[in-house]
């Protein structure tokens, strides 16, 4: 039996309904996770007036892991949500890597012409507590014809090294291939920066092939020669928005699930999905709740289930491959419910298999 304390914050919206499903499948693969709920969202900021509570990361220190939901609700801007709960808890916990899997999931359809699963296999690393996501700076002579704005970023030697490391292990581990994403021509001192670490870094992994491209002709190459590509390492601003143009070309945010991982493991990590919270169809019933359950399998395997963390995503592969339970999102009529049920039942089955084995 498990002994593993999990934290979940489903957040807002099918945030809501997605992490119930994903609390259900790990619940069958893996029995015995003791779960803990926190309903820190945009909600509770409008009732409350802020996200989490100020010793909110003090609250989460002692679990495994966290499973968080969507965040997201009309009339609560973005970066408050972002700031007010996100990204304190990826600082505070050193989660620096956040990890993202794109891949074309049997039986659902690329946005791209004629590309098949081997083609649409990608793993973008994205540096995940520095760069261009920086509280420094602001707003001056407000209200003034001479008003501006000052946005810094922030590239350390440190962070660049870590990110830059650990998306060449991915690579040893993958097809020893891995592409930067850089923007040197445009950006004069943060971006050659960037690279030199990575050329630097390179040097320790002779067996890893490189390449470095500018982030608009990599956003290019995703869409026509994805297959070209394998592992993406980017900084936090060209890693968010690379990740989410290859979801969406690998059949959508829906299927796509990321990680914020601290490599260390002396903090948790925290694991949810790509999509946003979509408050237009919450507690309808009709969310897909793919993204947030293989985001419960990355859980898995990070606290090295291995075993169960497989036994999900084959689930996952072998419901959507049947075709006959399936969401409004990819063509079917099923529930939100009766998906994750689906593959919970699959799971289980697999989950039995191996152990017998």
């Not at 973008?124 to 509280?135: D, F, K, L, Q, T």
């Not at 969406?248 to 490599?263: C, F, H, K, Q």
Request: glycine share 10%; with cysteine; charged share 20%.
């Amino acid at each position: 039996m498990s002994a593993y304390r999990i934290a979940t914050i489903p957040g807002d919206g099918i945030g809501v309904d997605v992490t119930v499903e994903a609390v259900k499948v790990l619940d069958r693969v893996l029995p015995g996770i003791s779960w803990t709920e926190f309903d820190w969202s945009c909600e509770n900021y409008l009732r409350t007036g802020a996200m989490m509570p100020p010793n909110g990361p003090e609250q989460l220190a002692g679990f495994d892991a966290i499973l968080l939901g969507a965040v997201g609700f009309p009339g609560v801007p973005d970066h408050i949500s972002l700031w007010g709960l996100l990204i304190p808890l990826r600082r505070a916990f050193g989660q620096y890597v956040n990890l993202r899997p794109v891949r074309l999931l049997p039986g659902t359809e690329s946005a791209l012409r004629d590309r098949t699963a081997e083609d649409l296999d990608l793993l973008i690393v994205r540096e995940n507590s520095e760069g261009e996501y920086s509280a420094i700076g602001g707003v001056h002579n407000p209200g003034r014809p001479d008003e501006f704005v000052l946005q810094e970023s922030v590239f350390t030697r440190t962070g660049c090294e870590r990110i830059i490391r650990y998306a060449f292990d991915r690579a040893a581990e993958r097809s020893g291939r891995l592409c930067s994403a850089t923007k040197s021509n445009g950006l004069i001192h943060s971006m050659p920066y960037w690279d030199s670490v990575f050329e630097r870094v390179a040097a320790e992994y002779p067996s890893v092939r490189t390449r470095q491209m500018h982030v608009d002709a990599l956003a290019a190459e995703i869409v026509l020669h994805p297959d070209r590509l394998d592992v993406i390492v980017g900084s936090n601003l060209f890693g968010d928005i690379l990740s989410d143009l290859a979801a969406a070309v690998t059949g959508g945010l829906g299927l796509a699930p990321s990680g914020n991982i601290n490599p260390a493991a002396d903090a948790p990590s925290m694991f949810e999905a790509v999509h946003g919270s979509a408050p237009d169809i919450a507690g309808l019933g009709i969310a897909d709740p793919v993204a947030q359950i293989l985001a419960g399998a990355m859980l898995l395997s990070h606290l090295g289930e291995h075993a169960a963390a497989a036994a999900v995503d084959r689930a996952v592969c072998d419901v959507l491959a049947a075709g006959t339970v399936r969401t409004p999102d990819l063509g079917g009529t099923a529930t939100t419910a009766e998906l994750g049920t689906a593959i919970a039942d699959r799971a289980a089955e697999l989950a039995s298999a191996l152990t017998e084995a």
